[in-house]
């Protein structure tokens, strides 16, 4: 069971920065991927970006260029820089972790954990 606190989220004008933060219960080397996710009221949870344990990044077509995944292994901490922020970035935010394991049948199994999302607010 993996635990993930969130903080970072705020108001903020458009065209402004916020830096979200993501700590986790393990060390994050062991997971696969660490990602983000947003949903908006009305909308179904995206993927904003995510992270592996390779350091390899993805990013949703909308915020490249804008927002930057990151990770300090030795603090267990994931960072989503979001730069030039716009009133559709408004959402909750939340980080997810991902770990890939081989079940009893021999079959490669994905499990989630969840943070419990923090609020994100792009309004002048």
């Known amino acids: 069971q993996v635990q993930l606190a969130e903080s970072g989220g705020g108001l903020v004008q458009p065209g402004g920065s916020l830096r979200l933060s993501c700590v986790a219960s393990?060390?994050?080397?062991?997971?696969?991927?660490m990602g983000w996710y947003r949903q908006a009221p009305g909308n179904e949870r995206e993927l904003v970006a995510n992270i592996t344990v390779r350091d390899i990044s993805n990013y949703a077509d909308s915020v490249k260029g804008r927002f930057t995944i990151a990770k300090d292994n030795a603090k267990n901490t994931v960072y989503l820089q979001m730069n030039d922020l716009k009133p559709e970035d408004t959402a909750v935010y939340y980080c997810n972790a991902q770990r890939e394991i081989i079940n009893t049948e021999l079959e490669i199994e994905k499990l989630d954990w969840w943070g419990q999302g923090t609020q994100v607010t792009v309004s002048s």
């Open positions: 393990e060390n994050i080397r062991s997971i696969n991927t």
